[in-house]
């Protein structure tokens, strides 16, 4: 089974285009009202599109960006056909900085902040001087 796309739209437009000239290129686009479409895009990230295949939702993004909308593409379900959670790029990242600083440094010690520098003399670097 391959691998479905949602298209999303994270409230970033081309350039030089405000977001009245893109609300006018998509109703055009769609043959929709702008206030319908403006209700679509207000709440970020807007999924646009729903289980699209690469190939089609490419063929969106194009069109969309033709008249103005920067979206990407975002995995909804894997290879084997069983859904990804909302938002899920592939890319697992950290929740915050407290995160990195906190756990157990290899000598298996608690480590509660960053330790500061220990050395008692000026150094070799630039910035010790």
Do not use: C
Request: proline residues 5%.
């Amino acid at each position: 089974m391959a691998v479905r796309y949602r298209l999303v739209f994270r409230g970033k437009y081309l350039p030089g285009l405000g977001h009245d000239e893109v609300l006018l290129n998509l109703s055009g686009l769609f043959r929709l009202p702008v206030e319908q479409l403006q209700a679509m895009l207000e709440p970020v990230p807007a999924v646009i599109r729903k289980d699209v295949s690469a190939e089609d939702g490419n063929r969106y993004q194009e069109a969309l960006l033709n008249a103005g909308l920067i979206t990407h593409l975002e995995a909804a379900t894997d290879a084997d056909g069983n859904p990804l959670p909302e938002g899920w790029d592939g890319i697992e990242r950290r929740v915050s900085q407290r995160d990195r600083r906190s756990g157990v440094d290899r000598r298996g010690a608690n480590r509660d902040t960053l330790r500061p520098d220990r050395r008692h003399s000026r150094g070799r670097r630039k910035t010790d001087q």
